[in-house]
């Protein structure tokens, strides 16, 4: 009375159902394996189709950023191969990826590196993060995606910008600097009335420039004599009167 299991597991009853079913459940990833089996509560001689769904362990999202790497402040003519090379000496490099502007094709200055452990990512920032490549300090830290008990409420609303006609363009900033630190760093050679970084509107992106405001126009001729070319976060920034 042996039956083909082929007989088993696609009659015209049951192969409609077993698509559907198989379909609506499981991933098309995973990889499926089928077992027909007696039920004991099946009436008359009906067979009931078990599927055992096996697919690849996912890792957690926080699992994955804990061991991939944001690579910062890096220069245009970094490589994906020299990047990786960078982070070899410190463990497996799973992944290493220059982010490119997809209009220009020039490099954004930073990218992703992936490390087979956490490990291994936490090594590479101990001993790359604020190390030299090409005369800029690059910065190395984990991805904040998927980490959990981050601060995702809204920043800080920015101070009150004072107008005036005594007024200064700063362009070419690094990404990194904030109203805050424009403010103090002009502050320090001289008085300012304001100072403000230029955001993409509804983001907390910056735009690549600001304008910083004096009370004289002897405190604009200043502030472009001693700023101009000058670097601020590891970028020699532009100073023109506005």
Known sequence: MATAISSLITPPALHLRCRSTASASVSVSARLSFRAVAAPQARGRGLAL????????????????????YVGNIPRTVTNDELREMFAAHG?????????????????????????????????????????VGGRKIKVNVTESFLPNIDRSAPEPEPVFVDSQYKVYVGNLAKTVT?????????EKGQILSATVSHIPGTSKSKGYGFVTFSSEEEVEAAVATFNNVELEGQPIRVNRA
């Open 50 to 69: 078990r599927v055992a769904a096996s697919s690849a362990v996912f890792e957690a999202p926080a699992e994955v950023a804990a061991r991939k790497l």
């Open 179 to 187: 109203t805050e630190v424009l403010k103090n760093f002009f502050s």
């Open 92 to 132: 497996t490099v799973e992944r290493a990826e220059v982010m490119y502007d997809k209009y220009t094709n020039r490099s954004r200055r930073f990218g992703f590196v992936t490390m087979s452990t956490a490990e291994e990512a936490n090594a590479a920032i101990e001993a790359l993060n604020g190390t030299e």
